[in-house]
């Protein structure tokens, strides 16, 4: 069965310095893998993805991931957080040519302090 | 384009009411999908649909009905709310791709209370 973990619910960093969310999932199959960001009360918005090309995916807002097979993970970046970074982030994979499956992680709630 | 839209923005239901929450995309998606939100669990698929005429059932489907007669719309039906329902709701679409790849694009959201 497919299935991705989250593995902070909450993260908290001050403004400049790094941040790392961490995913990782489990697939039977190649996965496409995607974070999303959700600010309050909004609805999401993809950060990035990654479909099987470079395993090195470069998104919006300076952020970007890592696919490695070998660890099963899909870790999210960024080198120096900004405040308006404070928001939800879901990692979500998507598995089965042809199906209609995301799943979605439980979310990391980044916290930037100033 | 205005991406995928959600009416209404917030309701206050009792239980045993019944409602319908409108989705609509103007992307020419064929695939689009109803998920709820709820704290500390994620996003969970309720019903999706493939394209105009064909649906089928998500992870959390009880208590929700939808059709799908055109591209666009995509709407979803409480038939008797329940406190149990209390959630925020998305509506999402996207593309036919072969694989896995597509990208879904989210609405703003609809958030339902039932008391």
Known sequence: AQSVTQLDSHVSVSEGTPVLLRCNYSSSYSPSLFWYVQHPNKGLQLLLKYTSAATLVKGINGFEAEFKKSETSFHLTKPSAHMSDAAEYFCVVSVGSGTYKYIFGTGTRLKVLA | ?115
């Open chain 2, 1 to 115: 384009n205005a991406g995928v839209t959600q009416t209404p923005k917030f309701q206050v239901l009792k239980t045993g009411q019944s409602m319908t929450l409108q989705c609509a995309q103007d992307m020419n998606h064929e695939y689009m999908s109803w998920y709820r939100q709820d704290p500390g669990m994620g996003l969970r698929l309720i019903h999706y649909s493939v394209g105009a005429g064909i649906t089928d059932q998500g992870e959390v489907p009880n208590g929700y009905n939808v059709s799908r007669s055109t591209t666009e719309d995509f709407p979803l039906r409480l038939l008797s709310a329940a406190p149990s329902q209390t959630s925020v709701y998305f509506c999402a679409s996207r593309q036919k791709v072969t694989g896995n790849g597509g990208e879904q694009y989210f609405g703003p959201g609809t958030r339902l209370t039932v008391t």
